[in-house]
């Protein structure tokens, strides 16, 4: 499939960011861990081969300067350094270093940025596909897309569909909380602890059903408990090492899927980021649930989503570009969050896919980016955190435990009529419409 359309405001963004911070990587993926005999890795290099007429996100990269960047199409990359492998010392820590590493190593030089590494030997009959992309060519919803398309059942073209038209009165009022984002909040610019470029990768999970039951009996989702849980966990941490976080929301965001029906398999980025603050200050879990559960509506709503599409699309390059900038400037830094679901049994050949870790990038600038991926009944969450914070790297350890003392809330006097489907990045790549993302 080649596409024609142009670059989205976003990608150009992301290349541009790229090119202009090479240090800063935009690597997102995530790890499978299946169950079998790893393949040969010429298996593994024709199985891919044969399906790549059905991912343009494989196929297409971009090009050029900055933010005159155009798709251009290579059907047929070269797999070599694409499809790769390496065999592990025996050991789940030899693993975990591999994949540490793997999160800083370079994409390919050329081509279509993305790359698929086989890792073995750490554990009998076990063994790990590591998918990577960068983000100017892949978000959270392409990649969840691809690796549905990749081993998963090959997913139907979705039609065209019918989508909401936003009007002047809901662009307005879309804009206006866009714009809200852009205000000094203060909270990460201590001049003791200056965010730097050094980042800290950490992994927790906890079983889906617990965050499902916990949002649920609210009248909320999965991703509203993931938010409150992720609020119980940064009070804990400012408490002990944040003063300037103790007492106030901390402004966050969520990755808002943009894209439309037909646009699942496309290339690019079609999210914007939704501005749901944490209500760390709360003072129990059932108030930070239900402060998240109401800040999340708006950004569920179809007819927003493509009021954001509306102003995205229409928003002039470099205007977009220089409004990303002051996004990364300290006295606005947000905390990033996704929340994915891959929803079909993942699989190479017979092995199946026992559990999915996801990473993500972060931002210049910004303090921590978080992204949940729930899978067969466990939702394992990269933390990506700023290594100049003290000890920040311990939200990982402080949002398990939050689960885990969480108990389900009793229904809201006046339930909310959002269900369970904010995992708004996957529900796109699997049922496509409105990213992930979480890119």
Same mark, same amino acid.
């Given at each position: *499939?080649?596409?024609?359309?142009?670059?989205?405001? *976003?990608?150009?963004?992301?290349?541009? *960011?790229?090119?202009?911070?090479?240090?800063? &990587?935009?690597?997102?993926?995530?790890?499978?861990?299946?169950?079998?005999?790893? $393949?040969?890795?010429?298996?593994?290099?024709?199985?891919?081969?044969?399906?790549?007429?059905?991912?343009?996100?494989?196929?297409? /990269?971009?090009?050029?300067?900055?933010?005159?960047?155009?798709? !251009?199409?290579?059907?047929?990359?070269?797999?070599?350094?694409?499809?790769?492998?390496?065999?592990? !010392?025996?050991?789940?820590?030899?693993?975990?270093?591999?994949?540490?590493?793997?999160?800083?190593?370079?994409? $390919?030089?050329?081509?279509?940025?993305?790359?698929?590494?086989?890792?073995?030997?750490?554990?009998?009959?076990?063994?790990?596909?590591?998918?990577?992309?960068?983000? &100017?060519?892949?978000?959270?919803?392409?990649?969840?897309?691809?690796?549905?398309?990749?081993?998963?059942?090959?997913?139907?073209?979705?039609?065209?569909?019918?989508?909401?038209?936003?009007? %002047?009165?809901?662009?307005? @009022?879309?804009?206006?909380?866009?714009?809200?984002?852009?205000?000094?909040?203060?909270?990460?610019?201590? $001049?003791?602890?200056?965010?730097?470029? @050094?980042?800290?990768?950490?992994?927790? @999970?906890?079983?889906?059903?617990?965050?499902?039951?916990?949002?649920?009996?609210?009248?909320?989702?999965?991703?509203?408990?993931?938010?409150?849980?992720?609020?119980?966990?940064?009070?804990?941490?400012?408490?002990?090492?944040?003063?300037?976080?103790?007492?106030?929301? +901390?402004?966050? +965001?969520?990755?808002?899927?943009?894209?439309?029906?037909?646009?699942?398999?496309?290339?690019?980025?079609?999210?914007?980021?939704?501005?749901?603050?944490?209500?760390?200050?709360? %003072?129990?879990?059932?108030?930070?649930?239900?402060?998240?559960?109401?800040?999340?509506?708006?950004?569920?709503?179809?007819?927003?989503?493509?009021? =954001?599409?509306?102003?995205?699309?229409?928003?002039?390059?470099?205007?977009?570009?220089?409004?990303?900038?002051?996004?990364? =400037?300290?006295?606005?830094?947000?905390?990033?969050?996704? /929340? +994915?679901? !891959?929803?079909?049994?993942?699989?190479?050949?017979?092995?199946?896919?026992?559990?999915?870790?996801?990473?993500?990038?972060?931002?210049?600038?910004?303090?921590?980016?978080?992204?949940?991926?729930?899978?067969?009944?466990?939702? =394992?969450?990269?933390?990506?955190?700023?290594?100049?914070?003290?000890?920040?790297?311990?939200?990982?350890?402080?949002?398990?435990?939050?689960?885990?003392?969480?108990? +389900?809330?009793?229904?809201?006097?006046?339930? &909310?009529?959002?269900?369970?489907?904010?995992?708004?990045?996957?529900?796109?790549?699997?049922?496509?419409?409105?990213?992930?993302?979480?890119?």
């Amino acid at each position: *499939m080649l596409i024609s359309t142009r670059p989205s405001l *976003m990608d150009l963004t992301m290349h541009d *960011m790229a090119q202009k911070q090479p240090w800063l &990587s935009q690597t997102i993926g995530a790890a499978l861990h299946l169950q079998g005999t790893a $393949p040969a890795l010429a298996d593994l290099r024709a199985y891919v081969g044969g399906r790549l007429s059905l991912l343009p996100c494989l196929t297409h /990269y971009l090009q050029g300067g900055g933010l005159r960047a155009r798709w !251009v199409h290579d059907p047929r990359p070269d797999l070599q350094p694409r499809i790769r492998e390496r065999e592990l !010392v025996p050991g789940k820590d030899s693993l975990d270093a591999v994949l540490q590493d793997l999160l800083t190593q370079p994409l $390919p030089a050329s081509g279509p940025l993305w790359d698929l590494w086989l890792l073995h030997g750490h554990v009998a009959h076990q063994y790990t596909l590591c998918y990577r992309a960068h983000h &100017s060519g892949q978000d959270g919803a392409a990649v969840i897309n691809a690796l549905h398309n990749l081993f998963g059942a090959v997913l139907p073209h979705a039609p065209t569909g019918t989508n909401p038209v936003a009007g %002047p009165r809901a662009c307005a @009022s879309t804009l206006r909380g866009m714009l809200a984002a852009l205000a000094h909040n203060n909270i990460w610019n201590d $001049p003791a602890h200056v965010l730097d470029d @050094s980042r800290i990768s950490t992994w927790a @999970s906890v079983p889906t059903r617990l965050l499902h039951d916990m949002g649920a009996a609210r009248g909320g989702s999965g991703n509203d408990a993931f938010l409150a849980t992720l609020a119980t966990a940064v009070r804990t941490w400012t408490h002990s090492h944040w003063a300037r976080g103790i007492g106030r929301p +901390v402004p966050a +965001v969520m990755m808002a899927n943009l894209r439309r029906a037909h646009e699942a398999g496309h290339p690019g980025n079609l999210f914007a980021y939704a501005t749901v603050p944490l209500p760390s200050h709360e %003072p129990t879990h059932q108030a930070r649930l239900d402060a998240v559960i109401t800040a999340t509506q708006g950004p569920k709503s179809p007819l927003r989503r493509e009021a =954001t599409r509306t102003i995205l699309d229409r928003t002039p390059t470099r205007l977009g570009r220089a409004l990303a900038d002051r996004l990364t =400037t300290p006295s606005r830094a947000v905390v990033d969050t996704s /929340y +994915v679901a !891959v929803r079909r049994p993942l699989h190479y050949q017979s092995d199946p896919v026992t559990h999915i870790q996801p990473f993500t990038w972060l931002p210049r600038n910004h303090p921590a980016s978080v992204l949940a991926c729930s899978y067969n009944g466990i939702t =394992t969450t990269h933390f990506l955190t700023n290594g100049a914070l003290p000890e920040f790297h311990q939200l990982a350890t402080h949002w398990e435990q939050a689960v885990s003392e969480a108990q +389900v809330p009793g229904p809201r006097a006046t339930p &909310s009529p959002v269900g369970e489907q904010q995992e708004t990045t996957a529900r796109a790549a699997t049922t496509p419409g409105p990213s992930t993302p979480r890119p």
